[in-house]
Each structure stands twice: as C-alpha cells, then as structure tokens.
C-alpha cells in the first residue's frame, strides 16, 4: 500500500537523522575521530538519499487530484512531518560543517573540547546505516575532503527545500493533527515509568483523589468561616 510505503520511508528517515544528529554534536569534542567524521559522511549520505525518496513519493501523490479527501489529509500530514525532518537536517548539516571547519583534525595545534564523553560512535552509525559493524576507509583525510562536499550537500537540501514548496502547496498551519496534543510526550512518559519499574496511576484513582481533596477542602472553608463569624458575634457583643 503506497501510505504504509511513504510511513516506511518516513520513519526510516526519522531514524538515521536522529542518528546524523547524535554523531554531529560529537563532533569537536573528546570522542572525535577520523572515523567519526567517516560515520558523518555515511549517514548525511543515506539520509539524502532517504529525503529525495521521500519527496518524489509524496509529491506524486499530492500531485494527484483523484485522491479522496481523508487520504490527501493523511499525505499533507506526513509532508508536513517530512518538511520539517528535512529542515531539522539541513540544520545539523550546517552544525557539522561549522564544528568540522573550527576542528580540523589535521591540524594538532587546534585542541578538541575535553566534554567528557568517551567510547566510539560506531554503534550509532552502524544503526543508521542498517549493518552491524562499521566498515573504514584507510588513509582518507576525510575530515577536510568531506568539507567541500558537505558544503555542496547543504546547497542541494536548500534547493530541495525550496522545490518541495513549489511543487507542493501545503501550508503547514492549516494541516490538522491527527493525535491530541501532547500524546507523544504522556506515550514518553508512561515509558520511562516503566523503565523504572512504576506503574502509572489509574485515571479513575486520580479522580477519586481529586474529588476527595475538593470536598475536604470545602469543609475546612466551611469551618474557618464559622468561626469568623462565631468570633465577630462575640466581638459586637461584649464591646
């Protein structure tokens, strides 16, 4: 079915740009490496490649007038996830290029930030690229090579960008979300609670709960108003 084809595609570039984005902010720092900057060029690399599948399915099928209404309005949703992972993107590419311009590895003189981290970033990549172990390129000074090429690549994302608007006139505040609000984040949050080993409370405890401290708190009101009242009279009368 082309909708489970284009989620397919969508998640899979959700996942190696979290990856792109978890090897860029190594960059610069303790964990930097040859490899590193090889691992960067990989997955900017797939992540293209998934982008540019990703446009080409989804811009033929809103090209598409035949498509029933509900369908088009699940396709403007996932353009609108698409746009927005796309110019996540091109932000990190832009963080790399900066973070591999200040650090040359190349240069000894020019000092890495000591943030703490250590251990490769193989598994990360190796998890973007869809393989279980990391495959090297010997006596390549990637790190300035790629910096050209990673220039050009942020050119071809921008124009890619602006493409996607021309072709597609989806305007991205009049698409509505399928989920309530904040459903990603209780979704979280009911995770990590059971990572913990916690179980989250019934809806109907909090309720009871609720319900409990509101009639409690009416009769303490109740209470303190009695005897302000009980107070005033004793006041009046024995002035």
Known sequence: MVKDECKTL???????????????????????SQNLREELKKTR?????????NKAK?????????????DRAEFERLWVVFS????ILEIDMRKALDLGQEFPLNLPTKHLIQTGMIGGTSAVAARAMSVQNMKYEE?????????NDLEQDINE???MMYEMEMKVNVLQWTVEAKQELGTELKSAASAGASSFG????????NKNLCDTNKVFA?????????FAIVLALCVVKFA
């Open 45 to 53: 690399q797939k992540a293209q490649n998934l982008a540019i599948a």
């Open 218 to 226: 009416g009769a303490m009101f109740t209470a303190v108003l009695v």
């Open 157 to 159: 994302i921008g124009e």
């Open 84 to 87: 927005t992972c796309v110019e």
């Open 58 to 70: 989804l811009t033929t099928i809103l090209k598409d007038k035949t498509i029933s209404k509900d």
């Open 10 to 32: 969508l998640d899979a570039l959700n996942k190696v740009s979290a990856c792109y984005r978890h090897l860029v902010i190594c960059a610069g720092g303790s964990s930097d």
């Open 139 to 147: 006596g390549n000074n990637i790190d300035t090579v790629d910096l």
């Open 198 to 205: 916690m179980r989250p409370v019934n809806e109907g405890t």
